[in-house]
């Protein structure tokens, strides 16, 4: 109980002191109504969090305090309006909001007159904006002989300032917002679609990607199904609704090519097996019947191959040796960890959430340090990055560093970070999929804590 009760005192002490996102601004036409804040906080079934609200006053300002513990996208909601702002922890936002639609037919986009000094919404909508005129001007090459060509210049282009930005969330936009370039530039590489999908961390945290398959999703399923909090949603996809569903992507001018949207889905598939907390056995069911569908494309292939490297299972085994090394530059091995159960979370320091996930461990090992061993093992390739995050967290469990990325994520199969293993006293891994620090570690926790 003391354990329980210290351990939500620390939390609390962290989140009352946490760095304050601040959002304020007008909304003429909507005198009186509330500003809703919220995001996806589980994409499988589209259930939304509200991260706060605000009451737009008789002036038409409205102002609100939002807690977030990395750069989020954030939808501002207000009388069935929706702007998307990409907010960044400790930032002062100034926004100005009207209704009615432009001379286009759409919805009059949100101005934003304040940001941070990054500028992260400005170089999102200026990436938009190119991102849409390249599609339009080369709709009629990207599948002729000129097509990879001209996509390979383009991507090295916004890659390269996407790289310059040093903004990881800006850099995952990128990538995932022109991930349909990539399998236009190399469709029937094999060795390419099984690199894209098993070399590369998955982000389910970034929204825009996942909020356009959404979209698609719900163009077809009935309004019940989107919005019924059960595990209903899926078997529709499965059993009858897979083709309405590609179809529904192929609106899009350049997902035209079948095999495109499949492809496209599978990747959604993917985004929405990372999602914490979403029924991973369905959806690894889901990829299967995917990768058995009768129409024969490179996309099953890739199915078969994902669902092989999702369904595999390091459960009941003992902890494989890896190369590691703690901060004093000495070897590190799972010996180290001996005599307690283990929990071990992998990460890489560049994914906001593992940072996140890593500064709310710290409360779990003030709590429960004597009887269980936390370890964090750094997958970046940069140890220099390890080691500078190390000198600005100062974390007091052990945080090493691994030496072969890939080779770890294959020997423990880690097909997302941050990911959580649970072994016992005896190195035996007997939770190969770990609640996270922010999803109630401390039920999790309990059993071993009270063996001792």
């Known amino acids: 109980m003391l354990h329980r009760f210290l351990l ?24 009186g109504k509330t500003v809703y804040f919220r995001t996806y906080g589980e994409q499988l079934l589209f259930n939304e969090e509200t991260l706060g609200e605000a009451k737009v006053d008789a002036t038409g300002h409205f102002k609100t305090d939002l807690l977030l513990l990395e750069t989020t996208a954030v939808f ?15 930032i002062h936002y100034n926004v100005e909001i009207h209704a009615g639609r432009d001379m286009n037919g759409d919805p009059v986009p949100m101005k934003i007159l304040k940001e941070g000094p990054s500028k992260l919404n400005e170089k999102i909508r200026d990436f938009d904006g190119r991102y849409a005129a390249f599609r339009k001007k080369n709709l009629n090459v990207l599948n002729t002989e000129k ?16 790289i310059a930005s040093q903004l990881p969330y800006y850099k995952t936009y990128v990538t995932y917002e022109t991930a349909e370039l990539y399998m236009l530039e190399e469709m029937d ?35 019940l199904l989107v919005s019924r909090k059960s595990k209903s949603l899926w078997p529709p996809l499965l059993d009858r609704k897979l083709n309405a569903f590609l179809d529904s992507l192929g609106k899009d001018p350049l997902l035209k090519s079948p095999e495109l949207r499949e492809w496209v889905t599978l990747k959604g598939m993917i985004s929405l097996y990372a999602t914490p907390n979403s029924d991973k056995p369905m959806i690894l069911s889901m ?32 902890l494989p040796d890896i190369n590691m090394t703690d901060l004093t530059g000495s070897a590190y091995t799972w010996e180290d960890a001996a005599h307690r159960p283990t929990y071990i979370m992998f990460m890489v320091t ?19 340090g004597t009887l269980v061993r936390f370890v964090a093992v750094s997958l970046d390739e940069s140890e220099q990055a390890y080691r500078k995050l190390a000198e600005r967290s100062k974390p007091e469990f052990d945080f090493v560093h691994a030496s072969d990325p890939k080779k770890v994520a294959e020997l423990y199969n880690l097909p997302v970070l941050p990911q ?10 007997v939770h190969a999929g770990a ?18």
């Open 189 to 223: 590489n094999r060795k390419f679609i099984q690199a894209y999908f098993t070399d590369r961390p998955v982000y389910p945290n970034h929204i825009s990607y996942m909020y356009a398959f959404n979209n698609a999703f719900k163009t077809y399923l009935p309004e």
């Open 420 to 429: 959580y293993i649970m072994a016992d006293e005896q190195k035996k891994i």
């Open 435 to 452: 609640p996270s620090p922010a999803e109630r570690l401390h039920e999790f926790l309990l059993p071993y804590v009270r063996k001792k």
């Open 76 to 90: 501002i909601d207000v009388d069935g309006t929706r702007k998307l702002l990409h907010a960044e922890k400790n």
């Open 147 to 162: 097509g990879p060509e001209v996509v390979k210049e383009f991507l090295a282009e916004v890659n390269k300032e996407a």
């Open 350 to 368: 560049t994914d906001p959430k593992c940072v996140g996930e890593l500064e709310l461990l710290k409360s779990y090992h003030e709590s429960y």
């Open 287 to 318: 990829i299967s019947q995917f990768y058995n569908r009768k129409v024969v494309h490179t996309t099953n292939k890739a199915a078969g191959l994902i669902y092989r490297q999702l369904n595999k299972s390091v459960e009941d085994e003992p």
């Open 8 to 31: 939500l005192t620390t939390l609390l002490l962290s989140l009352t002191c946490g760095a304050q996102t601040v959002i304020e601004g007008s909304a003429p036409e909507y005198k």
